[in-house]
């Protein structure tokens, strides 16, 4: 097996979940790499020692242009900020690197047009971590939808609530609170909460062909925890947007990290002409199926435990009955992102792919400026 040299910026939440993925995946896949942890870098050099150690990684950095340089580097994997996103991976590309981007893609579509071209002329591997499409149930939502067992499609509906930003104490800026500071995040929970809901749906459902929208600000001023001093916020809290699909769909969008009690609550339906489905985060491994054309006098929601053998993924963990969670998703990710790049191809969703949710996100906060229907970005992006 051929190993593949990996670099990995960031040891915060998302370079937990991809060193776990790229350390678990040859146990579980038969993938033709054995990705080997080389270099972690982050910018405090005792911290990133102390993760170093933990997860095995053999050397440390506290600046991505060295492992951009390095020779010995295969695959570049951005797990950090979005403001650090477009000159990593820009760097990565014309270095001759895979590379692997955390969502958003870019704080905008012009840094993420910027990214695409990069890895596109450089002929480089590339994949985003939208990882809610290896969740086995969304998987099998996809199946179903590809199959035609809904049949024509008439709403879709997602959501994504959390709780944690409620307090007008909390600063924002800097370590832990960098999601609060537009300079750094490009937006609020648009770019942040709804792009994982929009990727999904444009995955199962289709291109979006416009959008109308509203956000608030609900706090508008916090300490800034760089500069010490209160500064306005930049961010969206909450985000809501109706869509209509190229496909004719109807859909409505919601995101917010106001919503009390509600701490990862992402949801979605779709409602076809003979089907529906629902599929919830806190209960990831069921979907809820309803079929009509089921005999009337059993009709009803049927909440499948998505832990069969057949299930997409699953004959790859436990047995019948033993479910799996979320960052089982991460570890399906790189296994596909690992076959493709071994055929010379890449896994979805590519930088061109997340291309499309960033087209939607700039629409979304275009109609929330303007409070009008706006037309989703260019067209071959549909
Ligand atoms: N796919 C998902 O479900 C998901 C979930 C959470 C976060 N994310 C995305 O992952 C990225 C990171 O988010 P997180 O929650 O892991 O953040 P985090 O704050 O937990 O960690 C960020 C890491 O980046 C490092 N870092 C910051 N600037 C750097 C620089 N210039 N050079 C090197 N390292 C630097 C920090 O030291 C830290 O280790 C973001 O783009 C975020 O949107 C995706």
């Known amino acids: 097996m051929k190993e593949l040299n990996v670099g990995m910026i960031g040891y915060g939440f998302m370079g937990r979940t991809h060193s776990n993925a790229f350390s678990q995946v040859n146990h579980f896949f038969d993938v033709p790499y054995q990705p080997v942890l080389k270099t972690l870098c982050a910018r405090n050099a005792e911290r990133a020692r102390d993760f170093a150690a933990r997860w095995g990684y053999e050397r440390v950095e506290t600046d991505w242009r060295r492992v951009v340089e390095s020779p010995d580097i295969d695959l570049v994997d951005i797990a950090s900020p979005n403001d650090t996103h477009a000159e990593i991976a820009i760097a990565a ?26 890895v596109e002329s450089a002929g480089v ?32 509906r997602a959501k994504f609530l959390q709780d944690w930003t409620i307090s007008s104490d909390l600063p924002q800026g800097g370590e832990g609170l960098w999601r609060l500071d537009a300079a750094v995040a490009g937006s609020g929970v648009t770019g942040d909460l709804l792009a994982h809901c929009i990727d999904t749906a444009m995955w199962l459902n289709g291109g979006i062909a416009e959008v109308t ?33 190229g496909n004719g769909s109807l859909a409505t969008f919601e995101a917010t990290r106001y919503a009390r009690g509600h701490k990862a609550l992402y949801t979605l339906e779709i409602n076809g002409e003979n089907a529906s489905i629902i599929w919830d985060l806190h209960d990831l491994h069921r979907l809820q199926y309803f079929d009509h054309r089921d005999e009337s006098r059993l009709r009803g929601w049927r909440s499948i435990h998505i832990t069969d053998s057949d299930h997409p993924y699953m004959k790859h963990w436990w047995v ?32 061109r792919d997340a291309l499309r949710t960033d087209y939607v996100t700039d629409a979304v906060l275009e109609s929330a400026g ?6 989703v970005g260019p067209l071959e992006a549909k």
């Open 93 to 118: 590309a014309r270095a001759g690197k895979m590379v692997m981007c955390e969502k958003p893609l870019g704080r905008n579509a012009a840094e993420s047009e910027a990214m695409v071209k990069a």
């Open 213 to 245: 929208a509203t956000t608030e600000t609900f706090i508008k001023s916090r300490r800034h925890n760089l500069t010490g001093k209160v500064e306005p916020v930049g961010i969206d809290d909450a985000s809501l947007f109706l869509a209509r699909f």
């Open 320 to 351: 019948p009955g033993l479910q799996i969670g979320y960052e089982h998703t991460f570890i399906h990710q790189a296994a596909d992102f690992l076959s493709a790049a071994a055929e010379g191809t890449n896994a979805a969703p590519t930088f």
């Open 370 to 375: 303007n409070r009008s229907w706006v037309k």
């Open 125 to 156: 591997r590339n994949m985003v971590w939208y990882n809610y499409r290896r969740v086995p149930a969304v998987m099998l939502a996809k199946q179903l939808i590809d199959e035609g067992r809904l049949g024509r499609i008439f709403h879709y």
